[in-house]
């Protein structure tokens, strides 16, 4: 870190690139509101899809979300223009955008990217229908939100293993539909799932 904060005086690319280093060693030490300063910063100086992408991420988990929907618009233009419109990076913008009703086109145009270059049963494929579940559930649209998270947890399974702390984040927002429906019996033994293999996983 103490190295890095040297290159910082160098010409902006290089201090950009050192500033989001910092932010991984950050991250890695679970400093979230650090990690989306530093990252904040790198992408202020050099505003490429990279260094967007983790602003916008660390600035949601530091609960800056104003300023995380602000990046998200920078995001979906540097994917548009380094990535081109059916990469897996405009996807990846395209589902950090907004939610509610305004954003059902941009996730389901994202869902439609991810089958015409991955396949219907592709682990990036079952992220762009859980993503499309959550904007249902705020919706209130729970059927529809249930059957996505369901399709998305049976293609987990298969491409990730249900042991992977991807596969239990699902999990945890499936839980936490049941939770809002008042299923506490249908929730509550997903929840000790998702608790399981986080301890298995990350500690």
């Given amino acids: 870190d103490e190295l890095l904060q040297q290159i910082e005086q160098s010409n902006i690319e290089s201090a950009a690139h050192a500033i989001y280093l910092r932010g991984n060693i950050a991250a890695a030490e679970i400093c979230w509101a650090d990690a989306a300063t530093l990252y904040s910063k790198a992408a202020l100086l050099d505003p490429t899809y990279k260094h967007l992408l983790a602003a916008h991420d660390f600035l949601e988990l530091a609960g800056q979300y104003q300023a995380s929907i602000s990046i998200g618009k920078q995001l979906l233009a540097a ?3 380094e990535f081109g419109e059916n990469s897996r990076e405009h996807v990846v ?3 950090n955008q907004g939610k509610y009703s305004s954003a059902e086109p941009l996730y389901l145009q994202a869902l439609e990217i991810e089958i015409a270059t991955h396949g219907l049963e592709s682990h990036s494929c079952a ?9 249902y559930v705020e919706l209130n649209n729970f059927e529809t939100a249930e059957r996505l998270y369901k399709k998305s947890l049976e293609i987990g399974k298969v491409t990730i293993g249900a042991s992977h702390p991807s ?3 699902r999990l945890s927002s499936l839980a936490e539909l049941y939770r809002r429906q008042g299923n506490y019996e249908s929730a509550e033994p997903l929840y000790e799932k998702v608790a399981e293999i986080y301890k298995d ?3």
């Fill in 201 to 203: 996983t990350i500690g």
């Fill in 127 to 135: 992220i762009s229908l859980s993503n499309l579940a959550s904007l």
């Fill in 79 to 81: 994917a548009m223009n």
């Fill in 93 to 95: 913008a395209i589902n």
């Fill in 167 to 169: 596969y239990a984040i």
